[in-house]
DNA sequence: TCTGGGGTCCTAGGACCC
DNA sequence: TCTGGGGTCCTAGGACCC
């Protein structure tokens, strides 16, 4: 179904769109154990901490197989699977791991990009062949890394994450648009991503439980229960509708230090100690990095879990941990709790990026003293450094 | 499913300004 | 002056994703 190498442009002009490959890796932090513990391969194994509110991390597929799925409570996935084998997160090595597996995608495309430790976006272009392709890509992880993925492509991202997932493990599935609806419209509504359990559960409400069912819905119908904003993408991401843009370097643009207590917290000198703590680490990451904000944001979790958040935006953005500190105290004392503590986290928003060029833009826009600010700001305009929230 | 940690985006109301 | 409309910023909460 493929035009041959010598007709490629005229293809491509004609049918093919630009396609798009996501790269899944398959129970990516357990399979990063198993290369140092091959002994335990085919054995329910569970990534998980030890504490009494732990959730799972991550699961291999003998273990999925006793119901046991990430964000499990480990108590319930020990309850489910006694005799998996639990391990620790070690993220330093899944780090590594995927940067290893980044690197290797790199080999294929300019154009990657990367969403958590597991997961990427590649630009397949306009490639002939898109299988062989993938099968060179899952080989070359394969034999670079050890690790297996699943790969979907597809003519936007949309499809191409869907068809990642529909041959898991150590899958290949492509999916054209035209074949969508035949491929997944019979399956739950769920399977698509931004339909979470609130969202199915509303639409749910009237009627629609399956792809085909949304995909067909009349529209002011979604829209009375969803808005309409929110139905507008809902249907077309049900009919494999969706951005084929990539974008390979984006802004954080948020950072936060959050814990869960083992057990709730009722002092309040213990709970300035924890803030305090967690603010001076949410600090020195960003003083690592350069990087500051204005926005301090205090988010705490009440029994039995009631989450709120409060924040406040100071006048210049910063990352000195006296300032950022007084500011989540300062939030937390004002905040009238009525049950105790189960989480308490920091959190600085409204980050800008401070590199070598420079300041930041909003800096160099407002006239604050800096080396370089004008070609920082030309450089970001139109560079890759451009964010690409906007044209989604 | 007694529910982690680190993120993103969206919505909605109020303040404030022109 | 009894009262418009648009734009932007800030705050809080919700939903979702890996």
Redesign the pocket.
Known sequence: MFAPEATTEIAAVESAPPLIAHIDMDAFFVSVELLRRPQLRGKPVVVG?S?????V?AASYAAREFGV?????M??ARELCPGAVILAPDMAAYRAASTRVMAVLAEFSETVEV?????AYLDLGDCPTPKSRARAIKHAIRSQTGLVCSVGIGPNRLIA?IASDLDKPDGLCLLVKERFLDAVGERPARL?????????ERIGAIGITTVAELAAVEFEALAAIV????AEALRARARGEGSAELCIA???????????FDHDLTDPAVMHRELTSMAERLAADLLENDRRG??V?LKIRLR??R???????LATATNDRATITAAALA?FDEFERDAPV??L?V?L??LEVEDENGPAPEAAASGKPGTRPIQLTLVDLDGEGRDC?TS?
Request: charged share 30%; no cysteine; proline share 6%.
């Open positions: 901490g504490g009494p509110r732990a959730v991390a799925r990430s964000a499990t409570a108590a319930k969403l958590g430790l597991d997961e994450k698509l991503p931004g339909i979470g359990p609130k969202t199915a808005g309409h904003s929110q984006r802004k954080r643009k948020s950072e936060s230090r959050v814990r869960t204005r926005t944001t039995p879990f989450t709120f958040s409060r924040s406040r935006t939030l189960r989480l986290g959190g928003a409204g929230t989604n």
